[in-house]
């Protein structure tokens, strides 16, 4: 509209967008009771500035993602995404998002999730994935700070796990299972009996001993996607970026010019 010369107020646009929002809503409901219908989901959240009234400033709401791609083992189900808006980041409202759902959920180490296989849980039986990059990041770091043998060949057995996979990706559920049991669970059973040995011999309070112990903690769903098909390879892939679009809108939305500043950051 400023393009053509038309000034138009941001309270007048924010109206348009709830306006609209409402209209959409039914295709919204569609979207997320279809998503819910799967096996295996992606969910991230990523905050948000929102307006706080009669503050003159801005508060921190929580945009949660919930993504579908199954694309890379040729499934028939199509991608997706559907953004709901909490005011906070709790457990409880990923919770709320979820009711319906009954299967694998792709996620971080955000303790949040946890709410979700609490022994008082609303949801039906989920089971959580966690994201390989997260733990390879870790011995990485590492690594940079001088000689590590230890952290080295962590990050190298991890690095195994991702050229393997590299070689099964497109191929089809059977085949990519088949792959995965034959060639990359042997090297997690044996990546599993390296953390057991070097934990109990390096400091608990070092930096290494910490990274053994965030592996350690988030074991049992590191290692779930070598026994399943439809689990994406050892990290949480690209669906994160439609969260980072999201967020960066928001942030120029609301007239704040860092959006790094406000925004979590992923890398691989």
């Known amino acids: 509209m400023s393009r053509q010369g038309i000034d138009l107020d941001r309270s007048t646009l924010a109206d348009w967008v709830g306006r609209a929002a409402f209209e959409l809503r039914p295709v919204f409901d569609a979207l997320i009771a279809d998503l819910k219908r799967s096996t295996k989901l992606f969910m991230d959240e990523t905050r ?43 457990g409880l409202h990923a919770e709320r998002i ?4 009954s299967g694998v959920l792709q996620v971080d180490g955000y303790a949040g999730y946890n709410r979700l296989i609490a022994p008082d849980r609303v949801c039906a039986d989920i089971r959580l994935a966690y994201c390989w990059a997260h733990a390879r990041r870790k011995l990485i770091k590492i690594t940079r700070n001088g000689s590590a043998p230890i952290a080295e060949d962590g990050v190298k057995r991890i690095g195994e796990l991702y050229r393997i996979e590299a070689e099964l990706r497109g191929l089809d559920p059977e085949a990519r299972l088949a792959g995965r049991r034959e060639r990359s669970a042997p090297l997690v059973a044996d990546l599993q009996t390296w953390l057991a040995y070097h934990r109990a011999r390096v400091a608990t309070k070092s930096p290494l001993g910490e990274a053994l112990a965030y592996i350690a903690k988030y074991w049992d769903g590191l290692k779930l996607y070598s026994s399943r098909a439809m689990i994406p390879e050892p990290r949480l892939g690209d669906y994160r970026l439609a969260c980072r679009d999201m967020q960066t809108q928001f942030c120029r939305s609301a007239g704040l010019s860092d959006c790094h500043a406000h925004r979590h950051r992923w890398r691989l």
């Open 48 to 90: 948000a500035p929102v307006l706080d009234p009669g503050s003159r400033k801005t508060k921190t709401g929580y945009f949660w993602a919930l993504a579908r791609d199954d694309r890379p083992w040729s499934s028939s189900a199509p991608p997706g995404v559907a953004f709901t808006y909490t005011p906070g980041r709790g």
């Open 98 to 101: 979820l009711q319906g759902f």
